[in-house]
């Protein structure tokens, strides 16, 4: 019997995927527990229609993760914080920091997570950062961090 199917099945695959199995598995086991439903016309078209509607959204998150890479691309972003003699800082510029002066200052909006920091900045100076903009996609671009 084909199913299709609704969530991930360990030994046969993942959901959203049609699969052939044994009629009492799927009428005892996969049906009854939601797990899969009998693979028709109506249902395939549904899935094939899904399938292209999350390819088109994958693009356009492509697309602009790439946007965002290119404007990041060199880019100097100031950074303010307080700081005592010798340039030490009181405190330290997180990467949450940094992505509150890229929304104020470019406009891009990034997750903290998103921006990859080995430690926090404790010190003045120029430092330079990378950010993982998109899956397999990371732009670097300067970071001035300056005495209030």
Known sequence: MRVVLLKDVPPLGKAGEVVNVAEGYARNYLIPRRLAEPASEKKLEELSR?????????????????????????????VRAKAGGGGR????????????ALENELGIK???????????????????????????????????????
């Open 89 to 100: 800082l009181f405190g330290a510029v997180t990467a949450k920091d940094i992505a509150a």
């Open 50 to 78: 899904i399938r292209r509607q999350r390819e088109k959204n994958a693009a356009a998150a492509t697309t602009r993760a790439e946007q965002v890479a290119a404007k990041l691309q060199g880019v100097t972003v100031l």
């Open 110 to 148: 990034l997750d903290k997570k998103q921006i990859l920091l080995e430690a926090p900045f404790k010190e003045t100076g120029s430092y330079v950062v990378t950010a993982r903009v998109g899956p397999g996609l990371t732009a670097a671009f300067n970071v001035e961090v300056v005495s209030d």
